[in-house]
């Protein structure tokens, strides 16, 4: 699939938790410039603006590849460690945490169907690639990006997440 290891989905109380575990070979200053500023996310992921660095300010997400924007508050900020925003629509927790040896575990948890679920880890998967490109130094330069690699994340999620054929003799 990639050097990205596969995003993995539970159901708690009827919302949907992706799960992401990501180990990143730079420093975790750098890891954390680019998943919890202005500046570093636009490099892989969407625009924030306002992004007020402090528990209860205010965020704002804006997606390059897509008409999605969320609204909401930062509901958990340890610098350099975590930073967890709390959007809408759907009352979304998505929530970035940094470890040493940089590793950084990602959660998403929103209310959703089969296909959103199937959708949201490819595109949390492919945005998890282009992360690891710009820390390499190759940001993402967006008019470029097309639904291809989206594409092709969705189906290999959609045949794990497929039944198991039941065996007949």
Known sequence: MSEIPRGR??????????????????PMVSVWAAVATPEGL???????DPLEPRLGGRVT???????????GRVT???????????????????????EPATVLRFTHEFRGTRDE?????????????????ALDGHPTH?????????????????????PWPKWVP
């Not at 636009?42 to 924030?48: E, F, G, H, V």
Request: with cysteine.
């Open 42 to 48: 636009p490099q892989w992921l969407c625009a924030a």
């Open 61 to 71: 997400l804006r997606w390059f590849n897509s008409d999605t924007v969320l609204s």
């Open 142 to 162: 967006w008019l470029d990006w097309t639904e291809d690699r989206w594409r092709e994340l969705r189906e290999l999620y959609e045949l794990d997440d497929a």
């Open 76 to 98: 958990a900020w340890d610098m350099e460690n975590v930073a967890e925003y709390t959007v809408d629509p759907g009352h979304q927790r998505i929530r970035f945490h940094l």
């Open 9 to 26: 989905a539970e159901t708690h109380d009827g919302n949907l938790q992706l799960r992401f575990v990501i180990e990143l070979p730079h």
């Open 117 to 133: 679920k199937l959708n949201m880890l490819a595109g949390w998967h492919e945005h998890f690639e282009r992360l690891a490109r």
